[in-house]
C-alpha cells in the first residue's frame, strides 16, 4: 500500500508544477499582447520605412542597416555579412536553451513603385522597384516580437536565445541554403516564420507552394567573327542557348506533370553581323521534392553539355538560386492555430474597406473587401495546388518550423505587382502586421515555457518530416551567393527614391509624407 503513494504524490506536484506554469503562461501572454499594442507607432513606422526603402535581393543596405540598428539599440548582439552575404545578418539576444529564430523576407520586386493607399496604378517613381509582394512589413511583425520577448525575459528571468534572421534575396530564392551551410541553424530548437498574406493563418506539411526549384544560369562561350566576312571562324553562342532551349522543350513533353520549368534568355549577343562569342539562358527548374528536382537539373545540365558539343562552344553555370519544397511542423502549427485564433482578425474600418474594394473593382474582381475570419489549420497542400517556391523550405527541413500567413494585404491581387504594393504603407498593413506581432510572440512563450512542446515538435521532425527523406543542399560547395545580382538596377533608381525615404521624424506616417488622403480611389 505504502508504494502506491508514491505515484499520486509525484503527479500530484507534477499538476501542480504545469497548473502554476500555465497560469504564469496565461499571465505572460496577456502581458504580451498589450506591449505589442503599446508598440504600434514602432510598427507602423517600420513598416513604413522599409516599404520607402524598396530594395531588391542583395541590395538591401539601408534595410539591413535601419532593422539592425534598432535590434542593436535594444541590446540585441548583431553579426552583420553572414554566410559571405553582406545585407544579410544575425541579431541574437539572451542566452542558454531554448532557442527560437525568428525570419522574414526583406527584398522587393522589380517595378512594383506604387504610391500606397491608392486604389490603381500610381507609382511613385516610373520603373522602380517596389514592395509588390509586401516584405516590407514582416520585420515589423518579427521585430516587434521580438522586443516583447526580450522584455518579457528580463521581468520575469525567462531563460533562453532569441534570434532573428533576414530573408534577403527571397525573390531570387538566393540565400537559405547559404545560411544553413554557414551553420546558422545548428542550435536553434525552432524557427518561427512570417510571410504577409491576405489572412490570418498557418499550415503543416508540405504546404502553401509545393515546388522546390533550382534557378541556375548557363553562360555559352564561343568564338566571335565577321558574320558574312567568316562565320566559319566563329562558333556561335547563341546557337548553343537556342540548342539547349530547344532540346529542354522536345524533352519537356516526357517530364512528369508535376514538373514546371521556364527561362529567358538573359544575352542573346550584340548585334547580328557579329557572330556571338558569349550568350546566356537562365532556367527555373521546379519539383515537388528534392530527388526530382535534382534529376530535372541534371537534365538540365545535359543539355547545355549537348548543346555545347553541337556548336562547338564551351558553358559555365551560375546557380543563383535553390529552394526545398517546405515543410512545415505539425507540433508547432496546431499551437499557432491556438494564438492565431485568440488573436483574431483585425479590426477593419471603412476605409480600409474602401480601399480593398476599390482595388479589387480595378482589378476586376470579386468586390468582397477583406476578410473578416482567420482561417482554419491547413493541412499538407494537394499536389496541383497552384504555387512558388519559397528558399525558407530549406530551413524547415533543417529545425522545426512555421510560417505564418499574417493579413496585411487585400485579396484577389496577383502578386508580385505594384497592385500588391498598394496597401502595404497603409493603415490595414499597419494592423495587420500588429495582429502578426502578437501571435509571433504567443506561439514563442508556449514554445519557451512548455518545454514539451518543443520536444514533440522535435519528434514529429525526426519520426515523420525526415523520416525517409533527409537534407542534402541544392547548392553545390563550390557555389557562392549571387550577391552581385541586381546591383545595376538598384544603382540606377536608388538616387531617386532616396528623396522619398520615409522620415519618421517629420511626418506621422509614410502617407502623410506624401500627402495622400487614405484611400484614394477612382470617382
Ligand atoms: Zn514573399
Known amino acids: 500500500m505504502r508504494n502506491c503513494i508514491r505515484p499520486v504524490v509525484i503527479i500530484f506536484i507534477l499538476s501542480a508544477f504545469t497548473l502554476a506554469q500555465t497560469n504564469n503562461l496565461d499571465a505572460l501572454k496577456k502581458e504580451a499582447l498589450a506591449k505589442v499594442d503599446a508598440r504600434q507607432q514602432l ?16 541590395q538591401e543596405v539601408e534595410t539591413s542597416k535601419y532593422v539592425t540598428g534598432i535590434l542593436e539599440k535594444n541590446g540585441f548582439k548583431v553579426q552583420r555579412g553572414v554566410a559571405g552575404i553582406p545585407t544579410a545578418w544575425l541579431a541574437t539576444y539572451g542566452s542558454g536553451k531554448p532557442v527560437i529564430g525568428f525570419i522574414t523576407d526583406i527584398d522587393c520586386i522589380p517595378r512594383a513603385s506604387q504610391k500606397p493607399g491608392v486604389a490603381y496604378h500610381d507609382p511613385i517613381i516610373d520603373g522602380a522597384p517596389g514592395h509588390g509582394e509586401g516584405h516590407n512589413s514582416g520585420m515589423a511583425v518579427n521585430v516587434t516580437a521580438a522586443l516583447v520577448l526580450k522584455e518579457l525575459m528580463i521581468e520575469h528571468k525567462i531563460p533562453g ?33 512570417v510571410h504577409v498574406a491576405d489572412e490570418f493563418g498557418t499550415g503543416y506539411g508540405q504546404t502553401f507552394a509545393p515546388q522546390g526549384l533550382v534557378s541556375v544560369q548557363y553562360f555559352f562561350h564561343g568564338k566571335a567573327a565577321h558574320a558574312a566576312g567568316a562565320p566559319w571562324d566563329g562558333r556561335s553562342a547563341l546557337d548553343a542557348v537556342e540548342l539547349m ?28 553581323n557579329v557572330v556571338p562569342s558569349e550568350a546566356g539562358v537562365w532556367y527555373y527548374f521546379r519539383e515537388l521534392d528534392y530527388p526530382h528536382i535534382l534529376e530535372s537539373y541534371k537534365l538540365g545540365d545535359t543539355m547545355a553539355q549537348a548543346a555545347s558539343m553541337m556548336t562547338g562552344t564551351t558553358f559555365t553555370k551560375k546557380l543563383v538560386g535553390s529552394a526545398w519544397p517546405p515543410h512545415f511542423n505539425k507540433v508547432i502549427a496546431e499551437v499557432q492555430q491556438k494564438n492565431i485564433e485568440a488573436v483574431g482578425m483585425p479590426k477593419w474600418d471603412a476605409a480600409d474597406q474602401t480601399l480593398a474594394k476599390a482595388l479589387q473593382k480595378e482589378l476586376g474582381k470579386p468586390e468582397d473587401g477583406l476578410k473578416d475570419k482567420v482561417e482554419e489549420l491547413k493541412p499538407p497542400s494537394p499536389e496541383n495546388e497552384p504555387g512558388g517556391s519559397d528558399d525558407v ?6 529545425v522545426p518550423m512555421v510560417y505564418l500567413r499574417y493579413p496585411a494585404n487585400i485579396p484577389h491581387t496577383p502578386g508580385h505587382s505594384w497592385a500588391d504594393g498598394i496597401a502595404m504603407a497603409t493603415p490595414l498593413a499597419h494592423k495587420g502586421s500588429t495582429a502578426g506581432a502578437k501571435v509571433q510572440a504567443l506561439t514563442a512563450l508556449d514554445l519557451i515555457l512548455l518545454p514539451e512542446t518543443l520536444q514533440k515538435a522535435w519528434a514529429y521532425y525526426r519520426d515523420v ?31 531617386e527614391m532616396r528623396k522619398y525615404y520615409y522620415d519618421s521624424s517629420k511626418y506621422h506616417t509614410y502617407l502623410e509624407q506624401l500627402g495622400i488622403g487614405y484611400p484614394t480611389v477612382k470617382k
Open 465 to 495: 518530416q525526415t523520416k525517409d527523406l533527409t537534407y542534402t543542399p541544392l547548392i553545390a560547395p563550390e557555389d557562392q551567393p549571387a550577391i552581385e545580382m541586381n546591383r545595376e538596377k538598384m544603382e540606377k533608381f536608388r538616387p
Open 245 to 272: 532551349d530547344t532540346g529542354w522543350n522536345f524533352r519537356r513533353e516526357h517530364l512528369r506533370l508535376q514538373q514546371r520549368s521556364h527561362y529567358v534568355i538573359i544575352n542573346g549577343g550584340d548585334q547580328p
Open 393 to 398: 523550405g530549406d530551413i524547415s527541413w533543417v
Open 43 to 58: 510598427v507602423q513606422q517600420m513598416v513604413d520605412q522599409i516599404f520607402s526603402y524598396g530594395e531588391l535581393g542583395f
Open 161 to 193: 536565445t532569441l534570434k532573428v534572421f533576414p530573408g534577403v534575396a527571397e525573390e531570387l530564392l538566393g540565400t537559405k541554403a547559404f545560411l544553413i551551410r554557414a551553420g546558422l541553424f545548428k542550435d536553434v530548437d525552432a524557427v518561427l516564420g
